[in-house]
């Protein structure tokens, strides 16, 4: 299919879902079928095995969408189709280069909608199509129209046949859900990437292309390579001296400073916090010093230990700071906000993972990046398939911590557990469950289309 007709079907499809419905099981067929068609139409350019994962990514987006209906769970399904059809039609192309095309095409589409010579093929008027438009169906309609009028007014009963009758539709909501589906469908299949994406796509390659020109490349002109790498080197000393100490005295209060039940909470987002810095201040020193010349550099060898400590020290950190959010679990439960301080500690080992891969291997900035895009992706489809309120309940209940009916009430997709356990402790029926059981009503009143299929499966309280 030509990529018009795609447009057209698609906003079809997508008017036929969406009208007079709520996001819901829509989404996830309209994703499936996007998901088809780009592995019907477009198999020949399936070249890598990125292709493969990248469809079974997408349609289990789409069954977790269908069934969650959650933020989280939307994020994958888009970005899993995105990245799909970026890598199938732009497979030269970075993938990082995926969220400027998507941004600028969100923009730029209002106005090249608009431009219909540039996505309508050109037709003359000798043209088959254009024949058989005029002979079968406009000539027809014309006459057929004006007897309608000529046999209604000689008739009163000939014309209630046609006319005594309501269409129940709301024109405003249908033209809005059209025009949605038509932009949506448009940006998708008749995206535009300016030559400037193409022409600076090199400088995201994982790997050098010249290490000859870049070797004794400076990163200050007034600077000498000489002084540039005995100041890393300093300057590396300095940090891993300053960060042993930090490792030390953030230890110590940690593991040996005996804090109050009350204090512990803000103590420990305050280590947090100062943890998410220093690893994303310490990633950023080494891409200061190795994004060019000193990866080649002979006389770079102490630059490179130094740098390696460095990535091992702020290993340490971590896996302290996972130690102590262990700790704080254990005394105060899970939450969503605990379990992100695990994703996002584990993330920051992976990505002093590939720094310290960077530097071994002599790779470019960009490679940091590119993986750590495809670790973020992942991230997002792994917490889309896995049912976290479930997780803290079971979790909290069998600790005892964090068990509060309000609480319990808040986390999404935990009522056959959340039920149970109210019904043993005799909370059944007080104002936070009685909330919950409203809303979880509302979701089972709706249309297929508008619902998460987990709602379904629930029994009616």
């Not at 200050?220 to 540039?228: G, K, R």
Request: aromatic fraction near 18%.
């Amino acid at each position: 299919m030509k990529k018009y007709q795609l447009i057209l079907v698609c906003s079809l499809i997508f008017t036929l879902l969406f009208y007079n419905e709520s996001v819901g099981v829509n989404l996830a067929i309209f994703g499936l079928l996007l998901t088809g068609i780009i592995c019907y139409f477009f198999q020949d350019r399936f070249t890598s095995r990125s292709h493969l994962v990248l469809v079974i990514a997408s349609v289990l987006s789409c069954i977790a969408f269908a069934w969650y209906g959650d933020f989280v769970s939307f994020l994958a399904l888009f970005l899993s189709i995105v990245f799909l059809q970026f890598k199938t039609q732009e497979g030269n192309l970075k993938i990082v280069q995926v969220f400027p095309v998507v941004l600028l095409n969100g923009i730029t589409s209002l106005g090249r909608m608009l431009m219909f010579t540039q996505w309508l093929p050109k037709r003359e008027i000798k043209n088959d199509f254009a024949k058989k438009m005029i002979a079968y169906f406009i000539i027809p309609t014309i006459f057929v129209g004006l007897f309608f009028i000529v046999y209604a007014f000689g008739s009163d009963h000939f014309s209630s046949l046609f006319t005594d009758y309501t269409l129940d539709l709301n024109i405003f909501e249908l033209v809005l859900i059209t025009l949605l589906g038509f932009y949506i469908s448009f940006t998708f299949w008749n995206y535009w990437i300016p030559e400037a994406f193409f022409e600076y796509n090199s400088i995201l390659d994982n790997d050098f292309k010249d290490e000859k020109s870049i070797r004794n490349q400076r990163t200050f002109s007034f600077l000498d390579i000489d002084f540039e790498r005995k100041s890393g080197e300093i300057t590396l000393v300095l940090l891993n001296v300053l960060l042993l100490v930090f490792i030390a005295t953030y230890n110590y209060e940690q593991f040996f400073e005996v804090l109050e039940k009350s204090k512990l909470s803000a103590a420990t987002h305050e280590r947090v916090n100062a943890v998410i810095f220093s690893i994303i201040m310490a990633v950023g020193v080494i891409l200061f010093y190795f994004k060019g010349g000193f990866n080649f550099d002979e006389k770079a060898k102490n630059l490179k230990r130094l740098s390696k400590i460095w990535i091992l020290l702020n290993g340490t950190l971590i896996i302290s700071t996972i130690i102590k959010n262990s700790e704080y679990v254990s005394f105060f439960g899970l939450t969503y906000k605990r379990l992100g301080v695990y994703v996002f500690l584990i993330l920051a080992i992976i990505g002093l993972v590939f720094t310290f891969l960077k530097i071994t291997n002599q790779k470019t900035n960009a490679y940091l990046i590119n993986q750590m895009v495809w670790c973020f992706y992942a991230t997002i489809l792994l917490c889309s398939y896995v049912n976290w309120g479930n997780l803290i309940t079971n979790y909290n209940i069998s600790v005892k911590k964090g068990v509060e009916s309000i609480f319990l009430s808040g986390l999404n997709f935990n009522d056959e557990v959340r039920r149970d356990y109210f019904l043993v402790k005799n909370l059944d029926g007080r104002y936070p469950e009685v909330s919950r059981e409203k809303e979880i009503a509302r979701y089972q009143e709706k249309s297929f289309l508008s619902k998460a299929l987990y709602f379904e499966f629930l029994n009616k309280k």
